[in-house]
């Protein structure tokens, strides 16, 4: 808030058996002649807990801002109406009321609450965590600062803030209009949460091995037409699979090689796999060329196809080159067979998770995994390879990748 106010009394406020912030907010808009709130979400049941006192002083002529979020639809068009009706009430009496809303396609999530009020015994700022709802003015466990004093620096920063906020466009007036649009777009939005909640509860209780939550991924990348859609990321993979295999082959035929010519060789190899992070770790693995087209070498005369075998094999040579983890060890298995054997890190195992197939560890690595571990990974995702009708594994990898980067994709809190 920049400079601190002089002269101010500071107490807490939160809602317990005593005291709510209703009661204080109450106490000081009874007398107001000035009010600036600015809120994250309001909902009509947080109105209604003050909506009579706020109509007493529209009628004495209140000075008036409001300023509402509308991020994730939680705020209710209905306050909103009600507050544009209360306009014409404070007009009557010589008094303004201003109302402001969020945009709904703003790059910034509105957050505050703030309840500043003005009246005869001088100004006090509520300052905290409570939204205009009933739960965060009287039910929840809420947080606040009651800040007191007749300096008026209080409210220049807030007007100042809502005035920037307005010429930045992450608030606009409410008009009836805006308004109706929000109301369409939210119920909209309400009716598909509410059936996205039951399913998400239906997933978290299934037996393992359901795939609905998969599924509904599997539809919405189905939909997808864009790079990262299934039908271009599973073409991708159609066209890098064959590319891989001859470079491993490559490795497996030639001659030992050392320094920049087996970076070269790995390089071209891991630019047709399809997992993160292999780049990091490939100056580490090119310190131990020998032992890793050793590994190759063995892999590419073993005749079994058994998960186990071929992972433990795999696994006595890597175990003596640095950053060549399970990743490394099951894209090579993938490439020699995408039918059979799944790659398993840290995406597959989340995915895996949400058909609630778990147990494994949240990222796999050579000391946690062995042939054992990774022959029943293998199994898991075979069967939920058939739930979900999927041609092969590389195809239930391309989602596992799409559902770990759209589960963990950074989001705002509420």
């Not at 709130?37 to 209604?48: E, M, T």
């Not at 007191?148 to 409410?174: C, H, M, T």
């Not at 091995?209 to 859609?229: I, S």
Request: include cysteine; charge should be positive.
């Amino acid at each position: 808030m920049g400079r601190a106010p002089t002269q101010l009394l500071a107490s807490l406020l939160e809602n317990g058996d005593d005291e709510r912030h209703t009661d204080e907010i109450h106490r000081h808009l009874a007398h107001a002649t000035h009010l600036i709130c600015i809120v994250a979400f309001a909902k009509f049941s947080g109105w209604k807990l003050i909506r009579k006192v706020l109509g007493e002083r529209a009628k004495k002529g209140l000075q008036a801002t409001f300023v509402v979020g509308l991020d994730f639809y939680q705020s209710e068009p209905s306050v909103l109406r009600a507050i544009r009706r209360l306009q014409s009430k404070a007009a009557a009496a010589g008094g303004e009321i201003n109302l402001y809303m969020g945009q709904e396609r703003s790059r910034h999530t509105l957050h505050p609450k703030v309840y500043w009020f003005k009246g005869p015994g001088g100004q006090t700022a509520i300052v905290g965590s409570a939204n205009l709802t009933s739960g965060g003015l009287a039910g929840n466990h809420e947080f606040s600062a009651s800040l007191s004093g007749p300096n008026a620096k209080l409210r220049a920063w807030l007007e100042r803030w809502i005035d920037d906020r307005i010429e930045a466009e992450d608030i606009v007036e409410a008009t009836r209009d805006l308004i109706n649009g929000y109301e369409k777009r939210r119920d909209i939005y309400q009716t598909a949460m509410k059936i996205a909640e039951r399913r998400a509860s239906h997933s978290i209780d299934a037996k393992p091995g359901d795939t609905l939550a998969l599924a509904d991924l599997l539809a919405e990348m189905r939909a997808n037409k864009g790079a990262e859609g299934f039908d271009k990321s599973v073409k991708r993979r159609r066209q890098n699979l064959p590319k891989a295999r001859a470079q491993l082959a490559t490795l497996a035929r030639t001659a030992d090689l050392k320094g920049r010519a087996f970076l070269k060789a790995y390089e071209e190899l891991i630019q047709h796999w399809h997992s993160g992070g292999m780049q990091r770790g490939k100056t580490a693995i090119a310190k131990k060329p020998t032992q890793f087209q050793a590994a190759i070498r063995a892999l590419a005369t073993e005749r079994s196809d058994d998960p186990a075998v071929l992972f433990d094999l795999l696994k006595a040579h890597f175990d003596k080159i640095p950053r060549a983890g399970t990743n490394v060890l099951t894209e090579i298995l993938h490439t020699r067979d995408p039918g059979r054997f799944p790659v398993m890190n840290r995406n597959s195992v989340k995915g895996m998770g949400l058909a609630n197939i778990t147990g494994y560890p949240r990222t796999p690595a050579k000391a946690s995994v062995d042939g054992a571990r990774y022959a029943q990974f293998a199994e898991d995702a075979e069967r939920l390879r058939q739930s979900l009708r999927l041609t092969d594994l590389s195809e239930l990898d391309a989602l596992f990748n799409f559902a770990y980067w759209k589960t963990d994709e950074d989001s705002d809190e509420e």
